[in-house]
């Protein structure tokens, strides 16, 4: 079960709100030992370690109150799933279909993950901690009380994505794309290095540091059309 999550922090982070984070405890879990995934499939209170779930079909699957580590996600199918009340642990994978999937209270450890298909999923009360994550998708879709946490993520594309009450905590954001994005309550200061490729429009939602201010000035100026001599 998961308890709601601490407050949010504002005290040092002048008008933006803080992250909702959740509190993740799981029950005793029992080891999963079914043969594959399966479609609209019903998973709670279970515990998948080290197995191989490449190419397999979990499409509409249910996972609450589970962990997940060390599996392999190659090309499995779980679009329009739910993971709720979960752990994520070292997960790794290239192409993992994901698309509106929902994932609430839910914490992503030292993930390895590429190209993985989030677009118009939904995200609420979600850490992602550790790891590296290169071409995330996340067209569409929308985060709620999202941290990013001592990760890498190379190239994600935030395009058309609604953001409230996200933070980027010591981690790397490089190629960012926030093309038509809403952002509310975002706390970027955290991100080293910072690198938009699009989008920077689109940050009126956001905090960023002076010193991010400057290494995004000639992206800016680009985008603005201004010539700096």
Known sequence: MVRRAMGSRSTDRGAVRGA???EVRLPALEAWAGDGLEPDGDYDGLEFRELDLAGQDGAGARFMDCALTGCVLDETGLGRARVLDSVLTGLRGVGTQLAE???RDVELVDARLGGTQLHGAVLERVVVRGGKIDFLNLREARLTDVVFES?????P???G???ERVEFTDCALTGADFGNATLK?????GAAPLE?????DRLSG???????LLDLAPVLAAELGTRVE
Do not use: H
């Not at 309550?185 to 200061?189: A, E, M, Y």
């Not at 938009?196 to 920077?200: A, E, K, P, Y």
């Open 20 to 22: 909702r984070r959740p």
């Open 101 to 103: 999937s929902t994932f």
């Open 151 to 155: 990760c890498v993520l190379v190239e």
């Open 157 to 159: 594309d935030f395009a």
């Open 161 to 163: 994505a609604r953001l």
């Open 185 to 189: 309550d975002v706390d970027l200061r």
């Open 196 to 200: 938009i490729t699009r989008g920077l």
């Open 206 to 212: 956001a905090v960023i540091s002076t010193g991010q």
